[in-house]
């Protein structure tokens, strides 16, 4: 448009809110993620068990059918916080599978482009830019995990009595931090990894190998040095130690205490921080 014809006007339309911002990178990042048939029939795949866990407590609790085949209903398996603590264990590797589909996708592709330099010169800080690569996985990650569990947690409440629910709506409470923990902490390793390795395969391959590669340096830490505080390495280790505490297990065979892995988790966590804002940023320095 010539400027001297002097009809250019500014834009006077509803702005956005300021605090909703980066939900504008999460809205257009799923209509290119459902593109992927096999990234569709995968988050099926991630329903079956869910569902399955749901019809075994309603079968646990229809005594009529159980009389049918003639088993009687102290031989299934109680629900309490070792049933959930199971489900959560299951489901929290189907997240980490996803992560490693979709985690290289979040930020590579806008270092690749050079389109950060695009973002950053509009009012959107860094923080929101991350916050917004975050929420598409952070969505896609609770669909499979806390979700499904409130949902088991009402379906038990439903057919035990809500006597039930109150006396062990700690599990409720279990389900959801420790799913969100695992979530958050699977969410910058992606994010980490992808902002690092440009290229999609390698990247999702990293993301895999964290944890097994964590796995086997912490084990051999534990056969030279005589410690178990190598597991701490593991994150899938130190996961499953802070939901043993959360569902109160006494009888889990654990090698470290939850503060540990916690502590282990929040400075895995700030690490990939710190890896992602070295890169996130609107201007690249090239030696």
Same mark, same amino acid.
């Given at each position: 448009?010539?400027?001297?014809?002097?009809?250019?006007?500014?834009?006077?339309?509803?702005? #956005? =809110?300021?605090w909703?911002?980066?939900?504008?990178l999460?809205?257009?990042s799923?209509?290119?993620?459902?593109?992927?048939?096999?990234?569709?029939?995968?988050?099926m795949?991630?329903?079956?068990?869910?569902?399955?866990?749901?019809?075994?407590?309603y079968?646990?609790?229809?005594?009529?059918?159980?009389? #049918?085949?003639? *088993?009687?209903?102290? !031989?299934?398996?109680?629900?309490?916080? +070792?049933?959930?603590y199971?489900?959560?264990?299951?489901? =929290?590797?189907?997240?980490?599978?996803?992560?490693?589909?979709?985690?290289?996708?979040?930020?590579?592709?806008?270092?690749?482009? !050079?389109?950060?330099?695009?973002?950053?010169?509009?009012?959107?800080?860094?923080?929101?830019?991350?916050?917004?690569?975050?929420?598409?996985?952070?969505?896609?990650?609770?669909?499979?995990t $806390?979700?499904?569990?409130?949902?088991?947690? %009402?379906?038990?409440?439903?057919?035990?009595?809500?006597? $039930?629910?109150?006396?062990?709506?700690?599990?409720?409470? =279990?389900?959801?931090?420790?799913?969100?923990?695992?979530i #958050?902490?699977?969410?910058?390793?992606a994010?980490?990894?992808?902002a $690092? *390795?440009?290229?999609?395969?390698a990247?999702?391959?990293?993301?895999?190998?964290?944890?097994?590669?964590?796995?086997?340096?912490?084990? =051999?830490?534990?056969?030279?040095?005589?410690? !178990?505080?190598g597991?701490?390495l593991?994150?899938?280790?130190?996961?499953?130690?802070? $939901?043993?505490?959360?569902?109160?297990? #006494?009888?889990?065979d654990?090698?470290?205490?939850?503060?540990?892995a916690?502590?282990?988790?929040?400075? %895995?966590?700030?690490?990939?921080?710190?890896?992602?804002? +070295?890169?996130?940023?609107?201007?690249?320095?090239?030696?």
């Open positions: 448009m010539a400027v001297y014809k002097r009809t250019y006007k500014g834009y006077s339309g509803p702005c #956005t =809110a300021t909703s911002r980066f939900l504008i999460p809205r257009y799923f209509s290119r993620l459902f593109q992927s048939k096999f990234l569709i029939l995968f988050l795949a991630c329903f079956f068990f869910p569902v399955g866990c749901a019809l075994f407590i079968v646990s609790h229809n005594l009529s059918f159980l009389r #049918t085949f003639n *088993i009687r209903a102290e !031989n299934f398996i109680a629900i309490n916080g +070792k049933f959930f199971v489900y959560c264990t299951v489901q =929290a590797a189907f997240a980490y599978l996803l992560t490693a589909l979709v985690g290289p996708g979040l930020v590579s592709p806008d270092l690749v482009n !050079n389109a950060l330099p695009l973002y950053f010169s509009r009012p959107f800080s860094r923080a929101e830019y991350v916050l917004g690569k975050m929420a598409g996985l952070v969505y896609l990650l609770s669909l499979i $806390w979700l499904p569990g409130l949902v088991l947690f %009402a379906i038990q409440a439903s057919l035990a009595g809500w006597s $039930w629910a109150r006396q062990n709506f700690w599990i409720a409470e =279990a389900i959801v931090l420790g799913s969100l923990l695992w #958050t902490v699977l969410s910058l390793v994010m980490a990894m992808s $690092w *390795i440009k290229w999609r395969i990247a999702g391959a990293l993301i895999l190998g964290v944890i097994f590669v964590g796995a086997g340096f912490g084990a =051999a830490v534990n056969a030279v040095m005589r410690t !178990n505080l597991s701490m593991d994150l899938a280790q130190d996961n499953s130690a802070i $939901w043993a505490r959360l569902f109160r297990l #006494t009888d889990a654990l090698r470290i205490d939850a503060v540990d916690a502590n282990a988790m929040a400075i %895995a966590s700030l690490i990939c921080l710190w890896l992602l804002f +070295k890169k996130v940023r609107a201007f690249e320095v090239i030696k």
